[in-house]
């Protein structure tokens, strides 16, 4: 351009020789016009041939200056916004810094940036509306999909029965533990949290795998077994449960066919599937004493009633003796069946001062004694009033594995006793308490069948027992279960083996939970 605008050629040969040129940069940019002018405005080039040579319209001052014009104009083509720049002539030094050899506008006529906005906007409102439809579309499966999440229930609805809901399954008496189909805690009420040790904090427990949390392996058998549960009588270190689990299904069409949802939404559970599992825990520790308690008070009772019956036709015969006037043999009479109840009284309340454990062995041996079992205390046995207490040893605990114990060697040497043939001997249970180094010493022997090495194993599992009468609860199958329970708890140790009597000897350990005096002087 440079060469042409500076060359000796008329009009004429500027014009062939630049008109190609500022076409092709025209075309190529997309702009209106490319014109190329001298700088007193002659036109060498421009789209319209017939405008070549004629005055260029527009500005032209400040480029002529060395400068640049913007500015929007109406010319040949009509409204435009263009530019105006230079030419230079080159300097002494090489650059282009000489003077002002011709000059340089290009434009874009307003026409051609309407035709352009409105193609854009056209293309704006096609995508626009493409978007709209895709959200309106979108919104609707949202809603869809909301309303079969919620079951149809709008979010006021929704909100009012989450709040009835979470109050309600957080107050309810009874433990509640709600599991997913994935074996997470979902939710664990306060009862739920005291009955089974767990963190009061939710992070802790929700949202954690059943097998991560500190609960008894029965109860984590159960929320992994496809099988529902009802009434199933769970230990834990402090306690007796009672637990039912249920299967929690998606809902899905009724009876008549209708139904919130035919059908499930992906991500959730199809109508019927098992969406998780609901535990429902019961304390039955203070119960099943108390049924404990009822069943010695009833023993006893009949033992009374046993006794009264015995004793009323004994003073019958003594006062029939004093009527014939036997008097002498009315006194020995009576004296020989004192003597007898004082033998038994003495010689349990000899050995044993703790009045708490006096009153169960004596308890216990009128039970046994109406089975035909007869309950001794071993020579050697010495529990001083008050031994309890000093070692820390909880009352409660003791008569829990000494009856238990008792209950079950009698039971174990009646048995052996009704399934012998002929005469086999008498059945007998003997019983030796002591303190020694480490705490209280519990050892129970029968005169029953024993146990074997595989039986002594599982004895401590609850509901084993050697006998099938369905007492699972509150008879068979739970007693020892609670010895083991609580010599867990209290860190001490059980052993089980062959008595001298033929049976089974369980020697039970019960550690002293606090120092006694004379150790603690010692220490």
């Not at 427990?205 to 009434?231: F, S």
């Not at 004793?311 to 019958?316: I, M, T, V, Y």
């Not at 050995?351 to 020579?379: H, I, K, Q, T």
């Amino acid at each position: 351009m440079l060469a042409a605008a500076t060359g000796d050629l008329d009009d004429a040969a500027r014009t062939a020789a630049l008109q190609p040129f500022a076409e092709r940069v025209r075309a190529e940019t997309g702009t209106s016009f490319v014109v190329v002018m001298a700088p007193d405005g002659t036109r060498w080039t421009h789209p319209d041939p017939a405008q070549v040579g004629r005055t260029y319209l527009g500005s032209r001052a400040a480029a002529l200056a060395g400068g640049r014009v913007l500015e929007t104009y109406t010319g040949t083509l009509g409204p435009s916004v263009r530019a105006v720049v230079p030419v230079r002539a080159d300097g002494p030094d090489g650059a282009e810094t000489g003077r002002v050899v011709a000059l340089v506008s290009s434009g874009i006529s307003v026409a051609a940036v309407g035709r352009e906005v409105a193609r854009d906007v056209h293309v704006v409102a096609v995508a626009g509306g493409a978007v709209l439809v895709l959200a309106l579309g979108g919104s609707y499966l949202v809603a869809r999909r909301a309303r079969r999440l919620t079951l149809g229930l709008a979010g006021p609805e929704l909100a009012r029965m989450f709040t009835y809901y979470d109050t309600v399954l957080r107050s309810v008496r009874e433990g509640l533990l709600l599991v997913d189909a994935g074996g997470r805690v979902q939710l664990v009420n306060a009862e739920a949290r005291r009955l089974l040790d767990l963190p009061d904090a939710d992070d802790d427990v929700v949202g954690r795998p059943v097998a991560q949390l500190p609960l008894p392996a029965a109860l984590v058998r159960l929320l992994t077994a496809d099988d529902e549960a009802a009434d199933e009588v769970l230990l834990t270190s402090r306690r007796v449960l009672v637990a039912s689990v249920r299967a929690a299904r998606a809902p899905g069409a009724g009876p008549d066919g209708g139904g919130a949802e035919e059908a499930a939404v992906e991500g959730t559970p199809h109508a019927g599937a098992v969406a998780g599992r609901v535990v429902t825990l019961r304390d039955r520790t203070d119960l099943l004493a108390l049924t404990d308690e009822l069943e010695t008070t009833r023993s006893l009772a009949e033992a009374l009633r046993s006794q009264a019956h015995e004793f009323s036709n004994r003073l019958h015969t003594v006062v029939q003796l004093v009527e014939m006037g036997r008097v002498d043999e009315a006194v020995d009479l009576a004296v020989d069946e004192l003597a007898e109840a004082q033998a038994l009284t003495d010689h349990v309340v000899g050995a044993v001062d703790e009045p708490v454990v006096a009153a169960l062995l004596l308890g216990a041996s009128a039970r046994a004694g109406e089975r035909g079992v007869e309950l001794v205390v071993a020579a050697g046995s010495a529990l001083d009033e008050g031994a309890l207490e000093r070692t820390g040893t909880p009352v409660r605990d003791v008569l829990t594995v000494l009856g238990n114990l008792l209950d079950n060697a009698v039971d174990a040497a009646a048995t052996a006793r009704d399934a012998w043939d002929g005469d086999g001997g008498g059945a007998l249970v003997e019983v030796h308490l002591g303190l020694d180094a480490e705490g209280l010493a519990v050892e129970v022997s029968d005169s029953g069948r024993g146990l074997s090495a595989e039986e002594a194993g599982a004895a401590f599992r609850r509901g084993w027992s050697t006998k099938d009468d369905g007492r699972r609860l509150h008879g068979r199958g739970l007693g020892l279960a609670l010895v083991g329970q609580t010599v867990e708890r209290l860190g001490g140790r059980v052993e089980v083996d062959r008595s001298v009597l033929g049976g089974a000897r369980f020697r039970v350990l019960l550690p002293a939970q606090v120092v006694p005096e004379g150790r603690r002087a010692a220490l």
